[in-house]
């Protein structure tokens, strides 16, 4: 794990970043690789992926947010990036495999309301996902809204959006 994490540091290849982080995402599946990768400071190294220019490293290392989202630690330090990945969900391609996994990490980052706060700027553009995305991306913003709409200080934002 730690030769991947430096290795994606290392490298400016997208298809040497693409494996490692596809590698370190499935590796994310074991919660004692969780822990390990936020020891090594993976979290700050997949997280600055974001910012990358190619949608398929973007694509990837939220993925591998995604699964490490699954532990509450992680959740801690990977709520840095929320408004990084509301803002890659926005201009992702609609119905895009960049904004399905955009939404998903943010679907695992408002099942409590510890973070809602920095999703509420894109309640506008969820509404519009619901409306112009296929079923697939149709779900997974639904699935973010169930989460917002289970908070009883988000239903003014919810009801007050402008679409």
Do not use: W
């Amino acid at each position: 794990l730690q030769k991947l994490i430096h290795l994606l540091q290392a490298t400016d290849d997208p298809l040497i970043q693409e494996q490692a982080l596809i590698t370190l995402s499935n590796s994310a599946a074991f919660s004692v690789n969780q822990d390990i990768i936020r020891n090594l400071d993976g979290l700050s190294v997949i997280g600055g992926m974001l910012s990358d220019c190619v949608p398929k490293v973007k694509e990837k290392a939220l993925n591998a947010l995604n699964n490490l989202s699954m532990n509450i630690k992680n959740q801690e330090e990977i709520q840095v990036y929320i408004t990084q990945v509301c803002k890659n969900v926005e201009s992702a391609p609609l119905n895009s495999d960049l904004q399905l996994a955009g939404l998903r990490l943010l679907t695992n980052m408002s099942v409590t309301s510890d973070y809602h706060h920095k999703i509420i700027n894109s309640i506008p553009c969820f509404l519009r996902l619901l409306s112009e995305g296929t079923e697939r991306t149709q779900i997974q913003v639904l699935k973010v809204l169930v989460n917002l709409s289970a908070n009883p200080a988000m239903a003014r934002y919810l009801l007050r959006a402008q679409v």
